[in-house]
């Protein structure tokens, strides 16, 4: 992928569509592919939103290891009754002052962005730890890019989950609240103007630092499309608040919202 943005809430929302299914993770090697369409920011903090069309492929073995573009790389280390944790990385895709979105198909092109300056794709590494207990999942994730903006991220959250069978089919769903903790490095990258910028952008200089970044809440539902499972029908919703330097950056305040929602509906096959 290049040149596309998948924002903070739209990338916390679809990191949903896994969480949610309830079900046993298969034995061996499992590969889900599938499509679908994402409506969301055209870059976090912004006011217009595009549609874009997206891939879905996830690729696990059991309950050890999962890879995809919106849970990361990742493999639960540690394995006992209610508590998984290990390492993980996620990218997060370039920002490009130019607007352009590659899988954009309405929308989303800005002149927002001019004279900001790209910020170029961001590997981050880090860990994860997740405990589960009856209904609800609790979750943490901190993770330490070594490319783009080169900042810290933490994610914090919780997640209920449960099987409802009001349509005859079960419907898998989940939802619950989440929280993200940035420092400088990231704020500043992201939302920070500097002088230079100033004079390009035409906004004004703006030191913006770390803290609270954003809080809002997700719900996922997945409907099995067949008797065995493998075909489905991915649904997602989200909402987060933009909070702290982020919120105040003149990118947000003049150009764009402190609001971020995202919906989409994806649709899937895993082979197994």
Do not use: C
């Not at 969301?40 to 912004?46: F, I, K, M």
């Not at 998984?84 to 490009?96: K, L, Q, T, Y």
């Not at 209904?135 to 070594?146: D, F, M, N, P």
């Amino acid at each position: 992928m290049v040149r596309i943005f998948i924002s903070g809430a739209a990338a916390a929302t679809i990191a949903g569509m896994t969480s949610a299914q309830a079900q046993p993770a298969p034995e061996g090697w499992a590969l889900t592919l599938g499509t679908g369409g994402l409506y969301s920011p055209s870059y976090e903090g912004d006011d217009d939103y595009s549609l874009k069309l997206l891939p879905n492929v996830q690729l696990k073995y059991g309950d050890r290891f999962f890879a995809s573009v919106q849970e990361g790389i990742g493999s639960n280390l540690v394995k006992t009754e209610g508590l998984r944790a290990g390492p993980i990385g996620r990218i997060r895709f370039s920002r490009d002052e130019s607007g352009d979105q590659t899988f954009s198909l309405s929308g989303g092109k800005t002149d927002d962005l001019r004279g900001l300056g790209n910020v170029d794709t961001s590997i981050e590494l880090g860990g994860f730890v997740d405990y589960t207990l009856g209904g609800v999942k609790l979750s943490a994730e901190l993770r330490q890019a070594i490319s783009g903006h080169d900042g810290l991220v933490a994610d914090m959250g919780a997640r209920w989950s449960g099987v409802w069978a009001g349509f005859g089919a079960p419907l898998i769903w989940s939802a619950g609240p989440r929280l993200r903790l940035v420092d400088d490095q990231y704020t500043s990258t992201y939302f920070g103007v500097t002088s230079a910028q100033a004079f390009a952008s035409g906004l004004p200089q703006y030191e913006a630092g770390g803290g609270l970044h954003s809080y809002g809440v997700g719900a996922t539902a997945i409907l099995p499309l067949s008797r065995d499972g493998a075909w489905s029908a991915v649904f997602l919703a989200g909402y987060d608040r933009l909070s702290g330097d982020a919120a105040d950056a003149p990118l947000v305040r003049l150009r764009g919202d402190e609001d971020q929602a995202t919906f989409g509906a994806f649709i899937s096959y895993t082979l197994q």
